[in-house]
């Protein structure tokens, strides 16, 4: 069961960039905007695209150290990491999307950085040591 979530987790972070893209393509229409955008941070296409750059940030690494951790060290610690890298990531995400302004601190925003810096930085820490 431990494997299945954390490879449940892996297929979601997957997915987050394309969601994402996705709602970038929406308000690209919507705003009849083909290539560039509004630098306001309340506009909804800014936000979509702050939102997915962002998951194109961190999804990556965070996969990459998934695949390294289940490999090097599978278990209940790796499950965990990822489940909250995962949450971290889409809480994140959420938080960018319905903020009212990218300006402004965001509830979700803030625990969705927490929750992806921690559990980043500690699956990296474990791959290195792992090795040393």
């Known amino acids: 069961m431990t494997a299945q979530i954390t490879w449940l987790c892996f297929g979601l972070l ?13 308000n690209r229409g919507r705003a009849g905007a083909n290539f560039s955008y509004s630098d306001d941070p309340t506009h909804p296409l800014h936000k979509a695209v702050r939102a997915h750059g ?21 278990g209940q ?3 965990w990491l990822v489940v909250l890298a995962t949450l971290g990531r889409y809480l994140h995400a959420i938080g960018m999307l319905t903020c009212t302004s990218l ?18 930085l500690i699956m990296a820490v474990l791959v290195i040591l792992k090795v040393l």
Request: proline share 9%.
């Open 14 to 26: 997957g997915l987050l960039p394309f969601a994402l893209g996705f709602w970038v393509s929406i």
């Open 54 to 74: 962002n998951a194109i940030e961190y999804v990556p690494t965070l996969m990459v150290l998934t695949i390294a951790l289940d490999r090097m060290l599978p």
């Open 77 to 79: 610690a790796t499950m």
């Open 103 to 120: 300006g402004d601190r965001h509830p979700l925003r803030i625990a969705g950085s927490v929750l992806t810096y921690f559990p980043g």
